[in-house]
């Protein structure tokens, strides 16, 4: 069929046999998709005739404004059935998942990303009153949910939307939406009882494949339903096959239904490109033989850039680590100029004030804020997320014509791009491929029109892409918490025991074998240290300068019991080399941490520390007093070597290797501001609040409930807020970040469970701090 | 639906020799909103919506209402829109497959392609029959609020005779009709109806005319010709 429209042979026919197709199987085959966005792009004058028509029995309503055939006419019917029967203007697929929402107790289903799944959900969530909780596998999206739910609610401040679970501002609240990961839920089962939830809305639930947040999400399924038997659960997946798996692993087989959604909504063309930068049209749905179809225009994609389409290309952490993506796609790069919208800009220089890079090319040069300036963005899961929730921002806004992203991107970040250009293959899972092919081609309800999107990918790939893109991919049956374990990395069991047999302690977020080793005796001396050094006369943690003035054998001292703590959490006694290098810097980090630093503030000093800033001041204190000259400077400072610092993981993990994240021998007029940025960023989330938090924390409050020493809550409170103000860990418990603290202090008279009472210094906020405050005023 | 007259046609009457057997039907449409709500329920039972189970019949009929109203008033005020066009070829062809099988004994083929673009689309022949020989019966139907034009339907059947459409229809009429018509078929041994409105004080002599036209001679080569004029009436 392609071939034939490529060579201009029976168009129309082939273009009314699909609206026929669709009009009766509905708009899920495949391969119709792609020959529409051949015709479109091809034969516009044709398919414009059909296009309405197409539009209709599609069922995509919300694009149609005139009814101009029989056709047209009935589906017209059936739009305003819907309406009235929904009250929305849904799609049929929405409104199908709509009505079994309303009906089911249980109900899980699988819709590919253009489906309008996040429409559905406003709708379910806007206008209830009850409480509801969603619950969604990353912190990313988390902040997508509550930032969509704060635009969506923003006249009805009664509704309290949190991304943790907190009984706050209760005197003004009237309903509360959660939005948390599966690791949050725990905290949620001591309070259940204060809260009216009947809704339980559980996205992207293929997390329940996971080996470990799998057993965390299944168990919280379980609980909830035994805690809330009454309240609706709904799952929901992308391109999962079976979604009935997760009904039938819990047994939620009264009162349930599931299905499998496989509408498409948008076109797609596909187009490979070779060694030697030459585009060609590939089917990945016809025989390997057929596949190729014809050669494309080399400039394809840049006609598409200078008419305002958008690009984003799916890469390696790596070659965005090693700038390597500039050299790749200079060409593209090149084509886009430097923005000049106010808007934009000040999105820029938040976000650079927010890393602490300097303005212009000097020392803490970052490149992806010169990026930024082009219109283009950076996306990945190092990236600080109060960083990439700014540039996700800069991409919605449309300030983005081309975004590198790797795979953070497909936890179902919304964010549609014309052309998706796959340029790193590696770990690519159907699941994933399904997703960010789903990613090419916008659906707007502005634009009256059917709507494509172009998927590019390396010519040696065309045979694996097609092969993943035809498979299907199923979840489990039966539930990971029901198997063997002893399969599992010795770091895993613990958790995974503690899960299966329902003994973690949702208190200390540890399970009950780490807290008995824990209560050990062996620990109490390192815990007094703790308390001893790093506390004053006066109970607050000792300054950076009062730190750095310790001899190294009292820092070393410090930084040895808080490894003993952690250790002493894990099922050994020793640590790899690797670990004990990670942790030994994330100690660093951690005590800037409770010194109350801000984000910059750490990068600041950690830049000084990897550049040896003091041995470089000394440098040019000798150029002043004469005893160098600047060329004899130049060569010494280049001389100095970044200090060497492991890259971030999570701890425990014995198989953790020892490698350096600036390459031995860089010197420190070399070192990439950027990746100190992220690596910052990873220390401060992988390693410190995944990893390190909860055993520390955990330590202190045993310490205390031994001792009553208050000096440990003090000392807890900084480790895990960084402050040990009452009035700031409200703040926090608020959902308000570290960063904005500082002013927020100054104009909250009183804070509590109840309510926040600002005073009249909120009258001079700025829009932005208003914007922040309003849905607590 | 009222058959004024029907007739197994002399060819010889028209100064044409032929073993064609000949026939022709004047057709009143009277039941002109039972044919729109047929139409609209039609489309209703074969999209994919109705299979997702989420619309109920009776709400479907009382929302058809305001719109089999729009389709009848249309045709009757004799306006041409894309609807007048659209409903006003399906109501020909269900008409005359109708008429052929109450006055002939044929056996109707389900109308599928009736949504199908026809003006610049051409995908084929409108409707379908058995006729009671066993042979298949390809009909096209043309519909005007103004004129009669069974020269367009007549010129249409030639063009896809042409073209082989009725030879690339078979695949999926084999699922409808006898294996015998299909064979008759493959031997070229077939049918051809063309259906048109009427809009004339003196439809007899349209039908006349129609027998008369030079551009039914070619059809003349095959084993039977149905010509049916249909009045659209209130």
Same mark, same amino acid.
């Given at each position: 069929m392609l071939k034939d429209i490529l060579e201009n042979k029976n168009v129309e026919d082939y273009l009314v046999a699909i609206i026929d197709r669709v009009h009766k199987e509905g708009p899920v085959v495949s391969e119709d998709f792609e020959v529409l966005a051949y015709i479109k792009s091809f034969y516009p004058e044709i398919f414009d005739e059909h296009e309405q028509k197409l539009l209709s029995v599609m069922g995509l309503f919300y694009k149609k404004d005139e009814f101009k055939t029989v056709l047209e006419e009935v589906y017209s019917i059936f739009e305003d059935i819907i309406e009235e029967k929904t009250g929305r203007k849904f799609t049929p697929v929405q409104a199908h998942a709509y009505i079994n929402i309303q009906n089911k107790k249980y109900f899980s289903f699988s819709a590919p990303t253009s489906a309008g799944k996040s429409y559905l959900f406003r709708e379910l969530i806007q206008d209830v009153d009850y409480d509801i909780v969603i619950v969604v596998p990353s912190r990313a999206l988390i902040t997508e949910y509550i930032n969509t739910l704060h635009k969506l609610l923003e006249d009805d401040t009664s509704v309290l939307i949190l991304p943790f679970i907190e009984n706050i501002n209760i005197s003004k609240t009237t309903r509360r939406i959660f939005v948390i990961t599966p690791e949050r839920g725990v905290d949620l089962f001591k309070k259940i009882n204060e809260f009216n939830i009947k809704l339980f809305l559980l996205d992207e639930a293929q997390i329940s494949e996971d080996e470990i947040r799998g057993m965390k999400f299944d168990s919280f399924v379980r609980r909830i339903d035994r805690f809330l038997p009454d309240a609706k659960k709904v799952f929901a997946h992308p391109f999962v096959s079976n979604p009935n798996a997760q009904l039938l692993k819990h047994g939620f087989n009264q009162n349930s239904a599931?299905? &499998?959604?496989?509408?498409?909504?948008?076109?797609?063309?596909?187009?490979?490109?070779?060694? /030697?930068?030459? +585009?060609?049209?590939?089917?990945?749905?016809?025989s390997n033989r057929d596949k190729i179809l014809q050669d494309a225009s080399s400039d394809i994609i840049k006609i598409l850039l200078q008419n305002n389409g958008t690009l984003l290309i799916y890469t390696s952490k790596k070659k965005i680590y090693d700038t390597q993506y500039l050299l790749d796609f200079a060409e593209y790069i090149e084509l886009c100029e430097d923005l000049t919208d106010e808007t934009a800009l000040s999105l820029i220089e938040k976000l650079r004030k927010f890393i602490g890079a300097s303005e212009a090319s000097e020392e803490k040069h970052s490149w992806f804020i010169d990026m930024m300036k082009k219109g283009i963005a950076i996306h990945h899961g190092s990236m600080p997320l109060t960083a990439r929730l700014i540039m996700e921002d800069f991409v919605r806004l449309g300030y983005a014509k081309i975004c590198f992203s790797t795979a953070t991107l497909l936890q179902g970040i919304n964010m549609p791009f014309d052309v998706v250009w796959i340029d790193n293959f590696l770990n690519m899972t159907p699941l994933n491929l399904k997703n960010l092919i789903g990613r090419a081609g916008r659906t707007t309800s502005d634009k009256k029109e059917f709507e494509y999107g172009i998927v590019v990918i390396n010519k040696r790939n065309i045979s694996t892409f097609s092969e993943r893109i035809a498979e299907n991919y199923e979840i489990k049956n039966t539930s990971l918490l029901n198997e063997d374990i002893s399969n599992l990395d010795d770091d895993l069991k613990d958790i995974a025991e503690a899960i299966q047999t329902d003994t973690f302690d949702d208190e200390l977020k540890l399970t009950d074998s780490q807290v008995e080793r824990l209560k050990s005796n062996d620990i109490m001396d390192d815990i007094v240290y703790i308390l001893d050094n790093l506390l004053d006369s006066n109970n607050k943690p000792i300054t950076g300068h009062e730190y750095n003035s310790l001899s190294d054998h009292f820092k070393g001292k410090i930084k040895t019991a808080f490894k003993n703590i952690f250790i002493q959490h894990l099922r050994r006694d020793t640590l790899t080399t690797g670990e004990s290098g990670v942790l030994s810097i994330a100690i660093i980090i951690m005590l800037w941490h409770i010194q109350g630093k801000s984000f910059s503030e750490i990068i600041s000093l950690r830049h000084s520390y990897l550049t040896h800033k003091d041995e470089r001041n000394a440098i040019m204190a000798r150029v002043s007093s004469g005893e160098l000259n600047l060329v004899e400077a130049k060569e010494q400072i280049e001389a100095i070597k970044v200090s060497f610092t492991p890259i971030p993981e999570p701890i425990p993990n014995s198989k953790l290797n020892h490698a350096p994240r600036f390459a031995r021998g860089t010197s420190v007029t070399n070192i990439d501001y950027d990746l100190l940025v992220y690596d910052t960023y990873d220390y401060l989330d992988k390693v410190i609040s995944l990893s390190l938090a909860d055993p520390i924390c955990g330590a202190l409050q045993l310490y205390y409930d031994k001792t009553s020493d208050n000096r440990a809550l003090i000392m807890k409170n900084y480790v895990r807020f960084g402050t040990n103000s009452e009035k700031e860990i409200w703040l926090l418990r608020y959902g308000f970040s570290f960063e904005d603290i500082e002013w927020l202090v100054e104009i909250v008279n009183f804070i509590s469970e109840n309510e926040i009472v600002f005073n009249d210094n909120i009258e001079e906020l700025d829009t932005e701090k208003l914007n922040l405050i309003s849905r607590f005023i | 639906m009222i058959i004024i007259n029907y007739k197994h046609e002399n060819m010889e009457d028209y100064d044409k020799t032929t073993d064609c057997e000949v026939y022709s039907i004047h057709v009143k449409v009277d039941d002109i909103s039972t044919k729109a709500k047929q139409m609209i329920i039609m489309i209703q039972d074969t999209s994919w919506i109705t299979e997702l189970d989420i619309i109920e019949r009776a709400s479907f009929d009382a929302r058809a209402q305001p719109t089999i109203d729009k389709l009848v008033h249309e045709i009757l005020s004799k306006v041409t829109t894309t609807l007048s066009d659209d409903f006003g070829e399906f109501l020909i062809s269900v008409t005359a497959q109708d008429s052929l099988e109450l006055q002939y004994n044929h056996t109707k083929?389900? !109308?599928? *392609?009736?949504?199908? =673009?026809?003006?610049? #689309?051409?995908?084929? +022949?409108?409707? %379908?029959?058995? &006729?009671?020989?066993? !042979? @298949?019966?390809?009909?096209e139907a043309k519909y005007s609020g103004s004129i009669n034009p069974y020269t367009k339907a007549l010129k249409q059947?030639? #063009?896809?005779?042409?073209? /082989?459409?009725?030879?690339?229809?078979?695949?999926? !009429?084999?699922?409808? &009709?006898?294996?015998?018509?299909?064979?008759?078929?493959?031997?070229?041994?077939?049918?051809?109806?063309?259906? +048109?409105?009427?809009?004339? *004080?003196?439809?007899?002599?349209?039908? =006349?005319?129609? @027998?008369?036209?030079? %551009?039914?001679e070619d059809l003349l080569d095959y084993e039977e010709l149905y010509i049916i004029g249909i009045e659209v009436d209130a």
């Amino acid at each position: 069929m392609l071939k034939d429209i490529l060579e201009n042979k029976n168009v129309e026919d082939y273009l009314v046999a699909i609206i026929d197709r669709v009009h009766k199987e509905g708009p899920v085959v495949s391969e119709d998709f792609e020959v529409l966005a051949y015709i479109k792009s091809f034969y516009p004058e044709i398919f414009d005739e059909h296009e309405q028509k197409l539009l209709s029995v599609m069922g995509l309503f919300y694009k149609k404004d005139e009814f101009k055939t029989v056709l047209e006419e009935v589906y017209s019917i059936f739009e305003d059935i819907i309406e009235e029967k929904t009250g929305r203007k849904f799609t049929p697929v929405q409104a199908h998942a709509y009505i079994n929402i309303q009906n089911k107790k249980y109900f899980s289903f699988s819709a590919p990303t253009s489906a309008g799944k996040s429409y559905l959900f406003r709708e379910l969530i806007q206008d209830v009153d009850y409480d509801i909780v969603i619950v969604v596998p990353s912190r990313a999206l988390i902040t997508e949910y509550i930032n969509t739910l704060h635009k969506l609610l923003e006249d009805d401040t009664s509704v309290l939307i949190l991304p943790f679970i907190e009984n706050i501002n209760i005197s003004k609240t009237t309903r509360r939406i959660f939005v948390i990961t599966p690791e949050r839920g725990v905290d949620l089962f001591k309070k259940i009882n204060e809260f009216n939830i009947k809704l339980f809305l559980l996205d992207e639930a293929q997390i329940s494949e996971d080996e470990i947040r799998g057993m965390k999400f299944d168990s919280f399924v379980r609980r909830i339903d035994r805690f809330l038997p009454d309240a609706k659960k709904v799952f929901a997946h992308p391109f999962v096959s079976n979604p009935n798996a997760q009904l039938l692993k819990h047994g939620f087989n009264q009162n349930s239904a599931f299905k &499998t959604y496989n509408q498409h909504s948008v076109g797609k063309i596909y187009l490979s490109i070779n060694t /030697s930068q030459n +585009f060609q049209y590939f089917s990945p749905f016809l025989s390997n033989r057929d596949k190729i179809l014809q050669d494309a225009s080399s400039d394809i994609i840049k006609i598409l850039l200078q008419n305002n389409g958008t690009l984003l290309i799916y890469t390696s952490k790596k070659k965005i680590y090693d700038t390597q993506y500039l050299l790749d796609f200079a060409e593209y790069i090149e084509l886009c100029e430097d923005l000049t919208d106010e808007t934009a800009l000040s999105l820029i220089e938040k976000l650079r004030k927010f890393i602490g890079a300097s303005e212009a090319s000097e020392e803490k040069h970052s490149w992806f804020i010169d990026m930024m300036k082009k219109g283009i963005a950076i996306h990945h899961g190092s990236m600080p997320l109060t960083a990439r929730l700014i540039m996700e921002d800069f991409v919605r806004l449309g300030y983005a014509k081309i975004c590198f992203s790797t795979a953070t991107l497909l936890q179902g970040i919304n964010m549609p791009f014309d052309v998706v250009w796959i340029d790193n293959f590696l770990n690519m899972t159907p699941l994933n491929l399904k997703n960010l092919i789903g990613r090419a081609g916008r659906t707007t309800s502005d634009k009256k029109e059917f709507e494509y999107g172009i998927v590019v990918i390396n010519k040696r790939n065309i045979s694996t892409f097609s092969e993943r893109i035809a498979e299907n991919y199923e979840i489990k049956n039966t539930s990971l918490l029901n198997e063997d374990i002893s399969n599992l990395d010795d770091d895993l069991k613990d958790i995974a025991e503690a899960i299966q047999t329902d003994t973690f302690d949702d208190e200390l977020k540890l399970t009950d074998s780490q807290v008995e080793r824990l209560k050990s005796n062996d620990i109490m001396d390192d815990i007094v240290y703790i308390l001893d050094n790093l506390l004053d006369s006066n109970n607050k943690p000792i300054t950076g300068h009062e730190y750095n003035s310790l001899s190294d054998h009292f820092k070393g001292k410090i930084k040895t019991a808080f490894k003993n703590i952690f250790i002493q959490h894990l099922r050994r006694d020793t640590l790899t080399t690797g670990e004990s290098g990670v942790l030994s810097i994330a100690i660093i980090i951690m005590l800037w941490h409770i010194q109350g630093k801000s984000f910059s503030e750490i990068i600041s000093l950690r830049h000084s520390y990897l550049t040896h800033k003091d041995e470089r001041n000394a440098i040019m204190a000798r150029v002043s007093s004469g005893e160098l000259n600047l060329v004899e400077a130049k060569e010494q400072i280049e001389a100095i070597k970044v200090s060497f610092t492991p890259i971030p993981e999570p701890i425990p993990n014995s198989k953790l290797n020892h490698a350096p994240r600036f390459a031995r021998g860089t010197s420190v007029t070399n070192i990439d501001y950027d990746l100190l940025v992220y690596d910052t960023y990873d220390y401060l989330d992988k390693v410190i609040s995944l990893s390190l938090a909860d055993p520390i924390c955990g330590a202190l409050q045993l310490y205390y409930d031994k001792t009553s020493d208050n000096r440990a809550l003090i000392m807890k409170n900084y480790v895990r807020f960084g402050t040990n103000s009452e009035k700031e860990i409200w703040l926090l418990r608020y959902g308000f970040s570290f960063e904005d603290i500082e002013w927020l202090v100054e104009i909250v008279n009183f804070i509590s469970e109840n309510e926040i009472v600002f005073n009249d210094n909120i009258e001079e906020l700025d829009t932005e701090k208003l914007n922040l405050i309003s849905r607590f005023i | 639906m009222i058959i004024i007259n029907y007739k197994h046609e002399n060819m010889e009457d028209y100064d044409k020799t032929t073993d064609c057997e000949v026939y022709s039907i004047h057709v009143k449409v009277d039941d002109i909103s039972t044919k729109a709500k047929q139409m609209i329920i039609m489309i209703q039972d074969t999209s994919w919506i109705t299979e997702l189970d989420i619309i109920e019949r009776a709400s479907f009929d009382a929302r058809a209402q305001p719109t089999i109203d729009k389709l009848v008033h249309e045709i009757l005020s004799k306006v041409t829109t894309t609807l007048s066009d659209d409903f006003g070829e399906f109501l020909i062809s269900v008409t005359a497959q109708d008429s052929l099988e109450l006055q002939y004994n044929h056996t109707k083929v389900p !109308l599928a *392609e009736l949504f199908k =673009e026809k003006k610049s #689309g051409n995908p084929g +022949f409108d409707f %379908h029959t058995e &006729t009671s020989t066993q !042979l @298949l019966a390809y009909g096209e139907a043309k519909y005007s609020g103004s004129i009669n034009p069974y020269t367009k339907a007549l010129k249409q059947i030639k #063009g896809f005779l042409d073209e /082989s459409k009725d030879k690339m229809e078979l695949t999926d !009429l084999k699922y409808f &009709t006898s294996e015998e018509s299909i064979s008759s078929a493959l031997e070229d041994k077939k049918a051809f109806v063309a259906a +048109f409105s009427i809009n004339s *004080e003196n439809p007899s002599d349209i039908i =006349e005319n129609a @027998l008369s036209s030079e %551009h039914i001679e070619d059809l003349l080569d095959y084993e039977e010709l149905y010509i049916i004029g249909i009045e659209v009436d209130a």
